[in-house]
């Protein structure tokens, strides 16, 4: 098993910056790709952006994209969500996920083993 623990979260003004970090343990992190998803109040979990387990590929979803950054670090075992230009509707719990599928970068909540417990990030206007 991998487990997963989210950091970073807090409130930030609009326009603003946070950087989450997901701390993994257990079965060696770099054998799995990564993705970092979301869920606001009412409404249902959504990919924000992934990575594979190298670092080589990359997904985003389109409200992200040219502000949020995914990488990871396997020699620390950490995985990190850059965020800038915050908007008020980025204001969600965020949670890392693993997925151990090498063969192909996969963007499905059901693909994604394991979860962290989320972190709260709030962007206000």
């Known amino acids: 098993q991998v487990q997963l623990v989210e950091s970073g979260g807090g409130l930030v003004q609009a326009g603003g910056s946070l950087r989450l970090s997901c701390a993994a343990s257990?079965?060696?992190?770099?054998?799995?790709?990564m993705g970092w998803f979301r869920q606001a109040p009412g409404k249902e979990r959504e990919l924000v952006a992934a990575?594979?387990?190298?670092?080589?590929?990359?997904v985003y979803a389109d409200s992200v994209k040219g502000r949020f950054t995914i990488s990871r670090d396997n020699a620390k075992n950490t995985g990190y969500l850059q965020m800038n230009s915050l908007k008020p509707e980025d204001t969600a719990v965020y949670y890392c996920?693993?997925?151990?599928?090498?063969?192909?970068?996969?963007?499905?909540?059901?693909?994604?083993?394991?979860w962290g417990r989320g972190t709260q990030v709030t962007v206000s206007s």
């Open positions: 996920a693993c997925d151990w599928f090498p063969a192909r970068l996969r963007v499905g909540l059901s693909d994604y083993d394991y």
């Open positions: 257990g079965r060696t992190f770099s054998l799995y790709n």
């Open positions: 990575v594979n387990w190298s670092g080589g590929s990359t």
